[in-house]
DNA sequence: AGTCCCCGCGCG
DNA sequence: AAAGCGCGCGGGGACT
């Protein structure tokens, strides 16, 4: 059961068959229904596409514990809205879903019943009208659902993957892949190199605990066995088991096993989960799309006659921070391409390097080591900035909610924190209770100084997808299928997305629209600034290439 | 056999 | 080299 229609509209009820006729008939009407995820990758699978939605299910999660909206109350009833009582319940994506299922389907996650989506759409449209900075909340809504749509799409698209190109750096990498169940040949070397070392010939490699142990027995007093730790000891295994760990992840991760079972067909296809994380950042779910590793990107390529269009924002978290703050001596230092050049440039730090640490420090709160003791003279440099991360930690560290620039607000503290908090202000609290609150309330602090910079750095990039996802749907089709039946996404036969990680994206696209899209990337970029900021006079500079592969340079 | 947690490491 | 935020995943091991 489906909500339809433009929202000035009366909604009507309509069957799944009418309203795919209805979608194709009236492109740009804004849907609104309980759950992207239910409905959009079957229309998809059928050949339709939505221009614009609302998504309840992400929405009602954004206004029920938004600190501008000021009537929570009828939302905050409307439980069986809330995503994690429903997400168990809600089917994978790829389960094998046809459009009879969308009038029959046994409905389950959010409600899908009529009356009851419409009555949650109200209580929507309500809370917003009453909330400060509804226009704002507006925005953030809008570009919620947009994501959801696009999440959809994203994943019937696929990222197009070379198997012949992964193949190519396994073998490079990790030598011939063993036929009888052992480790391809160059891991087998290193291991026994490895045992040799520890004159150990039984040695287990992957097993933290015995390793460690064995690590132990040859003199390598490690408290345990992490990269960074292992590499400040000077003995002759550890050459060859540092190798060792870096091939065995490689093939674990991203092996033949991966290849076989995520890029079978020439497509990556991962499930993203817009707003999976609480900032609003998107997670993802199967494959570790939010994980690819760099040496793997050069298997990121291109159809025939397709190209990708590859663009990053340099150094997106400050250029927000800059901006929220309107700290204008900051924003100064990011005209241009590199931020922490501009910082160097001011005579605040001496090197890029420092620059760097230094505004991670500030972001992420490190009050030790050389990150720590940079930021100090950030604080002096960019008062107003640093001002408003320090607030954030303070109002965290104090129990408080801290809300990003559209109105995504941090969960509050949970029962745990402030039991820990309220243990240690009682008359018997020992000095061991008092500072595992102190503890507890830094750490809580070091999030929420993170959340309004990384939740609304997840805004900006919304912005910048819901406008480009626009843009490239107007894209003309290149190929004469048109005439063939609708099958799978209509959308492939045009430049479309095909990859999102944070600030970064890809767009897979004919060769011939391949400098129309890089524009449409570079244009919504500039509209999302606008969007945001206003007339705030800040860059947010894009890095951008045209390539047959999506290697970095 | 299933479930949970820890560790380590990949990404932003 | 830096230890500060947010994630997902695979492997091992402890437990039921």
New binding site residues.
């Given amino acids: 059961m489906l909500l339809a229609g433009p929202e000035e509209a009366s909604p009507r009820r309509l069957s799944a068959s009418a309203w795919v006729d209805e979608v194709r008939a009236h492109p740009l009407n804004r849907w609104v229904w309980n759950d992207t995820r239910q409905w959009y990758p079957a229309l998809l699978a059928a050949g339709v596409e939505a221009r614009r939605c609302r998504d309840l299910r992400l929405a009602h999660e954004i206004l029920r514990t938004s600190a501008h909206v000021t009537e929570p109350a009828h939302l905050r009833a409307a439980a069986q809205w809330r995503s994690a009582d429903a997400d168990a319940l809600v089917p994978a994506v790829d389960a094998a879903m046809t459009l009879f299922d969308l009038d029959g389907g046994a409905p389950r996650g959010v409600p899908t019943d009529f009356d009851e989506v419409r009555a949650e759409f109200d209580r929507q449209r309500a809370a917003v009208a009453t909330a400060i900075h509804a226009d704002r909340l507006q925005l953030l809504l809008a570009a919620e659902s947009a994501g959801a749509l696009l999440a959809a799409e994203l994943h019937a698209a696929g990222l197009p993957w070379s198997r012949a190109v992964h193949e190519g750096i396994l073998d490079d990498r990790l030598g011939a892949r063993s036929s009888t169940g052992r480790h391809p040949a160059r891991v087998e070397a290193l291991a026994a190199e490895v045992r040799a070392a520890l004159d150990d010939p039984t040695a ?1 490699l ?5 390793l ?1 142990r064995a690590l132990h027995r040859a003199g390598v007093l490690a408290t ?5 730790e292992l ?1 400040r000891f000077d003995h002759p295994v550890i050459a060859p088991l540092l190798a060792y ?2 091939l065995m ?1 490689l093939l ?2 991203n092996g033949w096993a ?1 290849l076989d079972e995520w890029a079978p067909d020439g497509r990556f296809r991962p499930v993203y ?1 817009p707003s ?4 609003g ?1 998107w ?6 799309a ?6 793997l990107r050069p298997a990121v390529r291109a159809d025939p006659g397709w190209v990708l269009v590859v663009a ?1 924002v340099a150094q ?1 978290e400050p250029r927000v921070l800059a901006s929220m703050a309107r700290d204008e001596t900051l924003a100064a230092a990011a005209r241009g391409t590199d931020l922490y050049s501009g910082i160097v440039a001011g005579g605040v730090v001496t090197t890029r ?2 620059a ?2 230094a505004m ?2 500030a972001m ?10 940079l930021v100090p003279a950030l604080r002096r440099a960019y008062p107003r900035a640093m001002g408003l991360v320090d607030e954030a930690a303070r109002v965290g560290d104090d129990g408080g909610v801290v809300t990003t620039w559209w109105g995504r607000s941090s969960p509050p503290p949970g029962p745990d924190w402030r039991g820990v908090q309220s243990a240690a202000g009682a008359p018997e609290a020992s000095e061991a209770d008092r500072t595992r609150a102190r503890r507890s309330a830094r ?1 809580r602090g ?2 929420t ?3 309004v910079v ?1 939740g609304t750095a997840a805004e900006w990039a919304a912005a910048w997808l819901a406008d480009l996802r626009t843009q490239l749907a107007a894209f003309p089709l290149v190929s004469d299928e048109a005439a063939a039946p609708a099958s799978g996404p209509v959308f492939s036969r045009r430049a479309h997305l095909a990859f999102f ?4 994206i890809i767009v897979h696209a004919p060769r011939e629209q391949a400098e129309q899209a890089a524009e449409a990337v570079r244009l919504a970029a500039d509209r999302a600034t606008a969007l945001l900021f206003g007339t705030f006079p800040i860059d947010f500079p894009l890095d951008l290439r045209i390539a047959d592969d999506a290697a970095k340079a």
């Fill in positions: 287990s992957d097993s933290q605990p015995k460690l345990s066995t992490s990269r960074w590499a760990k870096k992840r674990s991760a991966w989960v999976g994380v609480v900032t950042r997670a993802s779910s199967g494959g570790g939010l994980q690819l590793p760099r040496d990053d997106l390097e420092e760097k640490f991670l420090g992420y709160g490190a009050t030790t080591g050389d990150s720590g003791r750490d070091r999030f100084r993170n959340f990384q990680l944070h600030d970064e």
